[in-house]
Every structure is written in structure tokens, then in C-alpha cells.
């Protein structure tokens, strides 16, 4: 009996995607839509009961987000979901820092 050599070549499939990464995403108090956090204004409530707006999103807390939008900003007023979010209350401060946050990169409207 003969014995004949197999040859088999074999093909590696290389494919390695890095950039595939998966984004955070937190749904705004205002529209209900999930976004992406970054692009998402924070608003935590401090372990100490304080509110504040946190910009960098690692404040430690409970956080509430927000699109960087009026329209989103009147809809969470309107309907109290930052207050329900934080289950605490807003003091008026905190909505009109938010709104001249809106304003800094918005359109001035005087
Ligand atoms: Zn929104």
C-alpha cells in the first residue's frame, strides 16, 4: 500500500476590527431619545443632596442627562423628569445654568 503525502494548505482569515467599540449611551430626561453620553449634559446630584451640572460626566452621584438642546431643556422642565430622575427637586439655578450652558455653544439670542 502506497502512502501519499497530504499537502493541505491552510488559510488563516485575519480579521481583527479594533475599531468596533461600544458606545455609552444614556437616554435625555427631555426627548426620551438615547444618545451618546459624551454628547449629553450631565446633571448629578451629589451624595450630599447638592445638584450640579457636570460636564465632564464623572461626578460621583446619581445623573440625569440632557441633549444640549432648549427644546429638550423646556420638555424635562415642563415635566419635572430631571426632578423625578434625581427624585429630588430643581432648585431654578440649576435650569437657568443649564440653559446659559445651551447658550454657550448655541445660537445668542439675546
Ligand atoms: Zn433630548
Known amino acids: 500500500m502506497r502512502f501519499g503525502p497530504l499537502d493541505r494548505s491552510e488559510q488563516y482569515g485575519a480579521c481583527d476590527d479594533e ?62 423628569a430631571l426632578e423625578r430622575a434625581l427624585d429630588t427637586a430643581i432648585p431654578p439655578e440649576i435650569y437657568e445654568a443649564l440653559a446659559a450652558r445651551l447658550q454657550e455653544g448655541g445660537v445668542g439670542d439675546g
Open 19 to 80: 475599531m468596533v467599540k461600544k458606545i455609552p449611551m444614556r437616554q435625555c430626561t427631555g426627548c426620551r431619545e438615547m444618545k451618546e453620553k459624551r454628547s449629553l449634559i450631565r446633571v448629578v446630584r451629589s451624595p450630599e443632596g447638592d445638584i450640579t451640572l457636570d460636564s465632564r460626566g464623572k461626578s460621583p452621584g446619581r445623573g440625569a442627562y440632557l441633549c444640549p438642546d432648549p427644546v429638550c431643556l423646556a420638555k424635562a422642565r415642563k415635566s419635572r
